[in-house]
């Protein structure tokens, strides 16, 4: 690695640090120095509304990416789903550390499954993805919007703002919070949104030598998943506005993939399943993407 101190961008929450934290453990493992570099996004200071309706997912990542293509940090750490579909000029996913769990966690003080909720609860969401398969599964639910970091949500419910909630369990699990998930929700049901649970590092397109650096380090099954996931989100223009649920993953010596859109309300949802070769995976998803726009019409994004 590098003589000098690789300066690692992140956002400031617990759970992007613990990320950042693993990032420059590889790092020093490698011989070299991390540094790791805190910068708050405009998604950190924006709590008391929807993402989708304050600008979608690149308010998490814009002024980590400004940082990166002005030289104030060597390399970005993101939660994979929080990065948005189409990146930045100038800026690469250059490696994905191991995938971890895929699934969402149910937490709720008041049932220990979601179908088990009382009439009329009030689900805790900001993520418009679980809010279309939680009234898909249960249109009685009341949508409360839930936003800030883990232990945030977490407090919130505690205190009664909603019934209960869904969150990664990965992000959980690297908090060392796994033990309050009352309930997983199975992905044959309940598709993870595209890139869940992978932990993406971007650098500079021009910077072949950290590109280099990093391949070392870059788990390349979970770097062909989140390629096929993106490929997908690409084709449907996937947003915050858009309830999309993706999974890539090997199978049986082969690639299996399984997407999901999903209408807001719950009402109308598309799926799909593809399989083929791990090396053919982003033409996979891509492929997927086509064949759900076609199913949804052009209606089904629009909202007409």
């Known amino acids: 690695m590098q003589s000098a101190a690789i300066r690692i961008g992140t956002r400031g929450s617990p759970l992007a640090l613990a990320q950042a934290d693993m990032v420059r453990a590889l790092v020093e ?7 790791i570099v805190p910068i708050r996004t405009t998604g950190d200071r924006i709590t008391d509304r929807p993402l989708a309706e304050a600008g979608g997912k690149g308010l998490f990542t814009k002024e980590i990416d400004e940082a990166l293509l002005d030289g104030r940090i060597d390399i970005a750490v993101h939660s994979a789903k929080d990065i948005p579909t189409f990146l930045p000029d100038g800026i690469v996913i250059a490696a994905c550390l191991p995938r971890a769990d895929v699934r969402d966690a149910f937490i709720s003080p008041h049932a220990e499954r979601l179908v088990d909720l009382p009439k009329g609860a009030r689900l805790g969401t900001a993520s418009l993805r679980r809010q279309a398969l939680a009234l898909r599964l249960r249109p009685d639910l009341a949508i409360v919007n839930l936003r800030g970091n883990v232990e945030t949500r977490l407090k919130r419910i505690a205190e ?3 019934d209960a909630t869904l969150l990664a369990a990965a992000g959980l699990s690297r908090l060392g919070l796994l033990e309050r998930a009352d309930d997983m929700m199975d992905v044959d049901q309940w598709l993870p949104a595209p890139g869940q ?4 590092i971007t650098a500079r397109e021009e910077d072949g030598e950290m590109q280099g650096q990093l391949a070392l380090a870059n788990h390349y099954e979970s770097f062909v998943a989140l390629q096929a996931e993106r490929a997908f989100l690409a084709v449907l223009d996937g947003s915050c506005r858009t ?6 993953e090997r199978d049986h010596g082969g690639f299996r993939f399984r997407g999901i859109i999903v209408k807001p309300d719950g009402s109308e949802a598309h799926e799909i399943e593809r399989r083929g070769s791990l090396g053919d995976a982003e033409a996979i998803g891509a492929d997927a993407g086509e064949a759900l726009k076609r199913a949804g019409g052009p209606g089904f994004f629009t909202g007409h």
């Open 29 to 35: 493992e490698g011989g070299g120095e991390g540094e």
């Open 160 to 162: 009664g703002v909603a």
């Open 197 to 200: 649970g992978v932990i993406a």
């Open 243 to 248: 309830p999309i649920g993706a999974l890539a």
